[in-house]
T-cell receptor, first 113, second 115 residues
Framework: SAVISQKPSRDICQRGTSLTIQCQVD?????MFWYRQQPGQSLTLIAT?????????ESGFVIDKFPISRPNLTFSTLTVSNMSPEDSSIYLC??????????FGSGTRLTVV | AQKVTQAQTEISVVEKEDVTLDCVYE???????LFWYKQPPSGELVFLIR??????QNEISGRYSWNFQKSTSSFNFTITASQVVDSAVYFC????????????FGKGITLSVRP
């Protein structure tokens, strides 16, 4: 299955600042997915990122808050902008290599203080 | 819209007991995929199984087994002879195809296996 390198693994940020999370995949994939997992909760899809087009955001998530870049078929970034303590979560990227289960990055544990 | 319901929130068993984790799903797609993931305390998501909607054969992998029943829209997961290392949060998930290939997760079941 695909291997995803996600970084940073964790960060503590001041409110009002922004953090960019990177995911690098070891193979070319059409779609990449970004999820948020709030403390003690399930995973919620933020957006789907296709190479060469704007990301598609789920209800409740907007581009100004979570801008996404997808410059090629192996890389994507998610930025959490103007952070508040409510943004403290684990953020995960995911891909579907097409032959097995969706692969997830190891996650970015974000704490906003 | 797709939906996954994991009605059980927390289960506690003693080691060596068998335990079944329930999953019920809703979808209008005729082609879809069902998944189970394990999230141990370390936080990473571990893929356990992927099943497509046309394959209702039950599957066994070591101590793990899965029962897929389209008639009841269920995809249940049984751990036989549970071990302490099975303690984790288990998520059932559903995806469609093409533009609907995103994963929809259930709320997860926290399994605690006591020695």
């Amino acid at each position: 299955s695909a291997v995803i390198s996600q970084k940073p693994s964790r960060d503590i940020c001041q409110r009002g600042t922004s953090l960019t999370i990177q995911c690098q995949v070891d193979s070319q994939v059409t779609m990449m997915f970004w999820y948020r997992q709030q403390p003690g909760q399930s995973l919620t899809l933020i957006a789907t990122a296709n190479q060469g087009s704007e990301a598609t955001y789920e209800s409740g998530f907007v581009i100004d808050k979570f801008p996404i870049s997808r410059p090629n078929l192996t890389f994507s970034t998610l930025t959490v902008s103007n952070m508040s303590p409510e943004d403290s979560s684990i953020y995960l990227c995911s891909v579907d290599p097409g032959w097995n289960g969706y692969t997830f990055g190891s996650g970015t544990r974000l704490t906003v203080v | 819209a797709q939906k996954v319901t994991q009605a059980q929130t927390e289960i506690s068993v003693v080691e060596k007991e068998d335990v079944t984790l329930d999953c019920v799903y809703e979808t209008r797609d005729t082609t879809y995929y069902l998944f189970w993931y394990k999230q141990p305390p370390s936080g990473e998501l571990v893929f356990l199984i992927r099943r497509n909607s046309f394959d209702e054969q039950n599957e066994i992998s070591g101590r793990y087994s899965w029962n897929f029943q389209k008639s009841t829209s269920s995809f249940n997961f049984t751990i036989t002879a549970s071990q302490v290392v099975d303690s984790a949060v288990y998520f059932c998930a559903l995806s469609g195809t093409g533009a609907n290939s995103k994963l929809t997760f259930g709320k997860g079941i926290t399994l605690s296996v006591r020695p």
